[in-house]
């Protein structure tokens, strides 16, 4: 068929091997990402420190302060949800063996307190 191809080309017609060509879009879409990240990332709220772990062994470190008698904040937006449940699961832990307590403050926002502290709600 080389040469039927070759004469339905000459005179303007596609041949059975003639791939069509992909048209370019002429509005490519975009991928979007939101740069604000740190917008809504405060280091403090109403004076207690808050920190944004990205794996266990970072929450680690923070359980030591509850044996301090020092409350603080976990926000897990930074971690994955495989690794936020390790690190909930190794705190609820440390938080039974000290007596202290841990809150859901909003989605991904959790407040550990030490044994003789409490949230004051209005």
């Given at each position: 068929m080389g040469l039927m191809n070759y004469i339905y080309k000459f005179f303007g017609f596609e041949g059975d091997d003639v791939k069509p060509i992909a048209k370019k879009r002429s509005n490519p879409q975009k991928a979007t990402y939101n740069l604000k990240?740190?917008?809504?990332?405060?280091?403090?709220?109403?004076?207690?420190?808050?920190?944004?772990?990205?794996?266990?062994?970072?929450?680690?470190?923070?359980?030591?302060?509850?044996?301090?008698?020092?409350?603080?904040?976990?926000?897990?937006?930074?971690?994955?949800?495989?690794?936020?449940?390790?690190?909930?699961?190794?705190?609820?832990?440390?938080?039974?063996?000290?007596?202290?307590?841990?809150?859901?403050?909003?989605?991904?926002?959790y407040i550990f307190l030490p044994k003789n502290m409490k949230i004051e709600r209005d």
């Open positions: 990240i740190k917008q809504d990332m405060p280091e403090e709220i109403d004076g207690v420190k808050v920190f944004y772990p990205e794996d266990l062994d970072d929450c680690k470190e923070r359980a030591e302060l509850l044996k301090k008698n020092t409350p603080f904040f976990l926000d897990f937006r930074a971690c994955n949800n495989s690794e936020k449940n390790k690190a909930l699961n190794y705190l609820s832990g440390f938080i039974a063996v000290l007596g202290a307590s841990m809150e859901e403050v909003e989605k991904n926002l």
